[in-house]
């Protein structure tokens, strides 16, 4: 419920405060005083679109500051959650208009934008008028009122719709992936088959690097080695130092110890050389090789890094790569049972929604003709019971909130042909229809302040005053401002104020008055003998009041 309004250099008001109560509270004065500026101030702090140019004449800023008590249920906290702002049961919106034209917000004094100012203004105000384009008169939004009047649960049909959109999409990646590998298939296939059959395994290259490296210097070397064990054999150091051993030991006997010493490091001098041939006999066994086995190394040495560069790895990483390939391969040999499965699953998704979408268009046919009763009730107490409301539903393009298409249609008079609710009806019958639908529709709904700007524009008399008598009743437990030309409907007003326009020091402004019992009955006189009131006039303000 919107509690207070308070405005600040705003257009052609210097200092506005205002307190409003819950039921119906009325807006009147002349054409021209500014009650279209109360709508404009109001839209400004909830964010609307609307005039350009805001801020009074001579005044540096304009300002405008709303004030809400919010329930524990209302849907405005479920806003104020999703932007990261606190909810209490008081709801602050001020805004702030610069000379210069740029607008800053607040919601309960935190920095705000004119989105989340959009989105709260949605769930806490809703305003009606001849040319209302925000809810009734709006063919997109009908289809969400039926469902609000059928009391329609259109959560069930969206999950469905998700479930369809999620296997939609899953079924149409897995056909793409598809697509892509059969385009590589051949490639997958030859590759695979070059790594299993040459089946490198990690350090390979390493080890045939040394080996081939080994075996390329054996080339060089072994003819040296060999020289050098032919050198230390019979023919060799190993001959000669015996010759000398035998020689030695024949004089020994006669040389009375002198060659002892020379004979003992002839002796360990014939053993290091007996280890020291012993080891270039093995080095030559290790230096001999085939020299295919060289071909045999180079070639798969060559083989190895061959792939590797190809497929942009390392020769240790060609066996962790090969196994990839070999998942992408068994990924496409399975692919067609996969796309099977899954274009199930779209099926059974699809069937779901079927069912959910069918139940709901049921539930909107059941409420549409209820809807058309309850508005044909309303119709006839404010002199349209010649006229026919319908509500059209026609298939439409299947979605998350189903797929019917809804639209308010009306027909003016027996006979004549039906068509869209704001191209058939004029202006008063308009006003007429929109209250009758607002009535029925708001049934049940709760939380919102519900403005109707000069909605009994073109009705007179008794029409006036079955208006009057219709706003009275759907103010009942709700906020209803009304902005009015009608002494009918402002005397069923809980809460009047006049709006009034002043020139001082040749300075015009717009004001509001609260108006007591006896401000009420001058106004009401007013507006019902013009600017000579009467007592007669009073006297029929009196009886207004009365009801």
């Given at each position: 419920?919107?509690?207070?309004?308070?405005i600040r250099?705003?257009l052609?008001?210097?200092?506005?405060?205002?307190?409003?109560q819950?039921?119906?509270?009325v807006?009147t004065?002349?054409?021209?005083?500014?009650?279209?500026?109360?709508?404009?101030?109001?839209g400004?702090v909830?964010?609307?679109?609307?005039?350009?140019?805001?801020?009074?004449?001579?005044?540096?800023?304009?300002?405008?500051?709303?004030?809400?008590?919010l329930?524990?249920?209302?849907p405005?906290?479920?806003?104020?959650?999703?932007?990261g702002?606190?909810?209490?049961g008081?709801?602050?919106?001020r805004?702030?208009?610069?000379?210069?034209?740029?607008?800053?917000?607040w919601?309960n004094?935190?920095?705000?934008?004119?989105?989340?100012?959009?989105?709260?203004?949605?769930v806490?105000?809703?305003?009606h008028?001849?040319?209302d384009?925000?809810?009734?008169?709006?063919?997109?939004?009908?289809?969400q009122l039926l469902?609000?009047?059928a009391?329609?649960d259109?959560?069930?049909?969206?999950?469905?719709?998700g479930?369809?959109?999620?296997?939609?999409?899953?079924?149409?990646?897995?056909?793409?992936a598809?697509?892509?590998m059969?385009?590589e298939?051949?490639?997958?296939?030859?590759?695979v088959?070059?790594?299993?059959?040459?089946?490198?395994?990690?350090?390979?290259?390493?080890e045939?690097d040394?080996?081939?490296?080994?075996?390329?210097?054996?080339?060089?070397i072994?003819?040296?080695?060999?020289?050098?064990?032919?050198?230390?054999?019979?023919?060799?150091?190993e001959?000669?130092?015996?010759d000398?051993?035998?020689?030695?030991?024949?004089?020994?006997?006669?040389?009375?110890g002198?060659?002892?010493?020379?004979?003992?490091?002839?002796?360990?001098?014939i053993t290091?050389?007996?280890?020291?041939a012993?080891?270039v006999?093995?080095a030559?066994?290790?230096?001999?090789?085939?020299?295919?086995?060289?071909?045999?190394?180079e070639?798969r040495?060559?083989a190895?890094?061959?792939?590797?560069?190809?497929?942009g790895?390392?020769?240790?990483?060609?066996?962790?790569?090969?196994?990839?390939?070999r998942v992408?391969?068994?990924?496409l040999d399975?692919?067609?049972?996969?796309?099977?499965?899954?274009?199930?699953a779209?099926?059974?998704a699809?069937?779901?929604?079927?069912r959910?979408?069918?139940?709901?268009s049921?539930?909107?046919?059941?409420?549409?003709g209820?809807?058309?009763t309850?508005?044909?009730a309303?119709?006839?107490?404010?002199?349209?019971?010649r006229?026919?409301?319908?509500?059209?539903?026609?298939?439409?393009?299947?979605?998350?909130?189903g797929?019917?298409?809804?639209?308010?249609?009306?027909?003016?008079?027996p006979?004549?042909?039906?068509?869209?609710?704001?191209?058939?009806?004029?202006g008063?019958?308009?006003?007429?229809?929109?209250?009758?639908?607002?009535?029925?529709?708001?049934?049940?709904?709760?939380?919102?302040?519900?403005?109707?700007?000069?909605?009994?524009?073109?009705?007179?008399g008794?029409?006036?005053?079955?208006?009057?008598r219709r706003?009275?009743?759907?103010?009942?437990?709700?906020q209803?401002?009304?902005?009015?030309h009608?002494?009918?409907?402002?005397?069923?007003?809980?809460?009047?104020?006049?709006?009034?326009k002043?020139?001082e020091?040749?300075?015009?402004?717009?004001?509001v008055?609260?108006?007591?019992e006896?401000e009420?009955?001058?106004?009401?006189?007013?507006?019902?003998?013009?600017?000579?009131?009467?007592d007669?006039?009073r006297?029929?303000?009196?009886?207004?009041?009365?009801g």
């Open positions: 419920m919107l509690r207070a309004l308070e250099d705003m052609l008001i210097d200092r506005l405060d205002l307190r409003f819950p039921g119906l509270n807006l004065g002349e054409t021209g005083a500014g009650k279209s500026i109360l709508l404009d101030c109001l400004f909830l964010g609307w679109r609307g005039r350009a140019e805001l801020v009074r004449a001579g005044a540096q800023q304009g300002e405008v500051t709303a004030v809400f008590d329930s524990g249920d209302h405005a906290r479920a806003v104020l959650e999703e932007a702002l606190e909810a209490g008081e709801l602050i919106l805004r702030v208009n610069a000379a210069d034209g740029r607008k800053t917000a919601v004094d935190r920095r705000s934008s004119g989105e989340v100012l959009r989105a709260l203004s949605d806490l105000v809703e305003l008028g001849q040319h384009d925000r809810g009734l008169l709006n063919p997109r939004g009908h289809r469902d609000a009047f009391g329609a259109v959560g069930s049909v969206r999950a469905a719709w479930g369809v959109a999620a296997a939609r999409k899953a079924l149409a990646e897995a056909e793409a598809l697509a892509a059969r385009a298939e051949d490639y997958l296939r030859h590759a088959g070059e790594l299993d059959a040459l089946d490198p395994k990690p350090g390979e290259e390493a045939l040394a080996r081939r490296r080994l075996m390329q210097g054996a080339l060089r072994r003819e040296d080695v060999a020289r050098a064990f032919q050198a230390l054999g019979p023919e060799g150091a001959g000669m130092m015996g000398a051993a035998r020689w030695l030991d024949g004089a020994a006997a006669k040389a009375e002198a060659l002892d010493e020379a004979i003992g490091a002839l002796g360990r001098a290091e050389l007996g280890e020291a012993e080891g006999e093995r030559l066994d290790v230096l001999s090789f085939d020299p295919r086995e060289l071909e045999r190394v070639e040495l060559f190895i890094r061959g792939l590797a560069r190809k497929h790895v390392l020769a240790d990483d060609l066996g962790s790569f090969a196994e990839g390939m992408r391969l068994a990924a399975g692919g067609v049972e996969n796309i099977k499965g899954l274009r199930a779209v099926a059974a699809e069937a779901g929604y079927d959910a979408a069918s139940d709901l049921a539930l909107r046919l059941g409420a549409a209820r809807l058309d309850a508005i044909a309303e119709l006839a107490p404010l002199k349209m019971e006229a026919h409301f319908a509500t059209v539903i026609t298939p439409g393009e299947a979605g998350p909130e797929r019917d298409s809804v639209e308010f249609t009306v027909a003016t008079n006979g004549a042909p039906s068509g869209p609710l704001n191209r058939i009806a004029s008063g019958e308009l006003s007429r229809f929109l209250l009758a639908l607002k009535v029925c529709l708001a049934r049940g709904q709760a939380g919102q302040t519900l403005i109707f700007d000069e909605i009994d524009r073109g009705v007179g008794a029409t006036a005053d079955a208006v009057g706003l009275e009743r759907l103010a009942d437990g709700a209803i401002l009304v902005v009015t009608s002494p009918q409907v402002a005397a069923r007003g809980a809460h009047h104020w006049r709006v009034e002043q020139v020091d040749g300075m015009t402004t717009s004001t008055i609260a108006l007591g006896a009420r009955v001058d106004e009401l006189a007013r507006m019902l003998a013009g600017e000579n009131v009467t007669a006039a006297e029929a303000a009196r009886v207004l009041l009365a």
